[in-house]
């Protein structure tokens, strides 16, 4: 999968997360969510979480897998992906977080907002959490930096 995200990591590279409206609206404009770039990774994504290839750490309703590392290749970005129906664990982005939420089942909400692009700035906080159904989540770290937290 990292091949085919090329194009988008060297993109995100680009991108200031300090302003996460800016930043969220610059990825809707290149890489919209109706579009055949992310419909396709959608598609690719959801296929291979049903094989088990993806996501397939942990138990419902959090499974999760390190898709790649952070590395010179991937613009120094790692990628998780994550397929969930509930809060996760609270965390930290050092650096920020870039996020494509794609619908599974039912209507579901990522920390209120619905399926697309979700973007998070530097030393942001948060619970992640899907309420009203399951959702397949791609995370963009920037070298790969997450802090986990005590609840």
């Known amino acids: 999968m990292q091949k085919t995200l090329t194009p988008l ?49 942990g138990q419902p309703p959090v499974q999760w897998s390190r898709v790649f590392s952070a590395s010179e290749e991937t613009c120094g970005f790692s ?3 994550v397929l969930m129906s509930s809060p996760g664990p609270r965390h930290r982005h050092p650096e920020g977080e870039i996020d494509l939420c794609f619908a599974i089942d ?28 399951t959702m397949l989540i791609l995370y963009l770290l920037p070298s790969g930096a997450i802090e986990f937290l005590e609840a």
């Open 106 to 133: 039912g209507d579901p909400l990522f920390d209120d907002h619905s399926p697309g692009w979700v973007v998070y700035g530097p030393d942001s906080v948060h619970v992640p959490t899907v309420a009203g159904g």
């Open 79 to 81: 990628a998780d992906a």
């Open 9 to 57: 990591l060297t993109f995100c590279a680009e991108l200031d997360l300090r302003d996460e409206v800016a930043a969220q609206q610059a990825l809707e404009a290149a890489y919209p969510f109706g579009g055949d770039f992310v419909r396709s990774l959608g598609v690719r994504m959801k296929r291979e979480a049903e094989a088990g290839t993806l996501c397939d750490r």
